[in-house]
């Protein structure tokens, strides 16, 4: 584990730090306040951090209320390290945002038993944030495909829509039906339909830009949201998903599974409210399976003219 010295008197500082490792920790060490600030902006920076009050460029005292300002949800356990032994004292530093404090001259044993109670708040900390992070990704995300679920990607559609509407940009959506769905529930089995879907949202992903998203809208429907796309068959984007869908085996415990995918989409401008573009993209979705299936099919776009991969 990482600890933090921000001492400027040499000597302390040689001292701590020679104790920290041979309690088994990691000293990073500076020797003034703008130096520890710097350091804590890190996204790398220690967890728990042991800061002298009186330090040139930034005292102790600033360092803390600098940190605290920030939004993180990895605060830095911070013990204040001071001779000030003042009631008063020891209560600004405390408000200052430390979390402990220890005066100086301090005993070895009493600064280890600190430290080993910061490193248990750290730690109760960490998990408690993984936990938090698991309840999001399960209310957030669909437990079969692991993409968003139809709450989550509807967001992201309310989002995209804001977004273009401030930026004067375009976007478009795909609403994706996988074709004859139910016979491969029929002929192989949930099981079997389970690893289908898996495999047709891998083949999705793999073809989508980093910042484009998908959800699963609803059975085997699935929604996607494109930033900067124009909805338009020129960009070659729901064309390249449909024809890799219809090109890649699924492989799943049953034996290879043919999977082909209609597509409906719908472009935006950011004026547009997210049940009419929707709506939008599900009437050109009808036209594609209407007119055979496995294709793209645009809003407006007739269904004689529907585009055949």
Request: hydrophobic content about 40%.
């Amino acid at each position: 584990m990482k600890i933090l010295i921000a001492e400027d008197d040499l000597t302390s500082r040689t001292i701590l730090e020679g104790a920290l490792k041979k309690w088994g920790y990691q000293p990073v060490v500076t020797s003034d306040g703008s130096a520890a600030w710097e350091l804590l902006q890190n996204p790398e920076a220690p967890i728990l951090a042991l800061l002298d009050w009186s330090m040139p460029g930034l005292d102790g005292l600033e360092v803390c209320r600098r940190v605290r300002a920030r939004s993180t949800s990895k605060p830095p356990y911070i013990i204040l390290l001071t001779a000030r032994g003042e009631k008063a004292d020891i209560v600004e530093g405390l408000e200052a945002g430390a979390n402990d404090y220890i005066s100086k001259p301090y005993d070895n044993d009493e600064l280890r038993a600190r430290i080993r109670v910061g490193q248990r708040m750290v730690e109760l900390q960490s998990e408690l944030n993984d936990a938090r992070d698991a309840l999001t990704h399960e209310a957030t995300h669909d437990p079969l495909t692991g993409v968003f679920n139809r709450r989550a990607i509807l967001e992201a559609l309310k989002k995209e829509i804001a977004r273009s509407r401030r930026s004067a940009a375009t976007f478009s959506i795909g609403l994706i039906d996988l074709d004859h769905f139910k016979q491969v529930n029929d002929i192989y089995g949930h099981q079997t339909g389970d690893e289908a879907l898996c495999a047709v949202v891998k083949c999705l992903q793999s073809n989508l830009r980093e910042y484009d998203s998908i959800g699963r809208y609803g059975g085997e429907e699935f929604l996607i949201v494109a930033p900067g796309s124009n909805g338009t068959k020129t960009e070659g984007l729901y064309e390249r998903l449909c024809n890799n869908i219809a090109l890649s085996p699924v492989f799943t415990s049953s034996g290879v599974v043919v999977i082909s995918v209609s597509i409906g989409v719908a472009g935006g401008t950011g004026q547009e409210a997210s049940d009419s573009i929707i709506a939008a993209a599900d009437s050109a979705l009808y036209l594609a399976k209407a007119d055979g299936r496995n294709r793209v099919v645009y809003s407006g776009q007739e269904s004689k003219e529907a585009d055949r991969p």
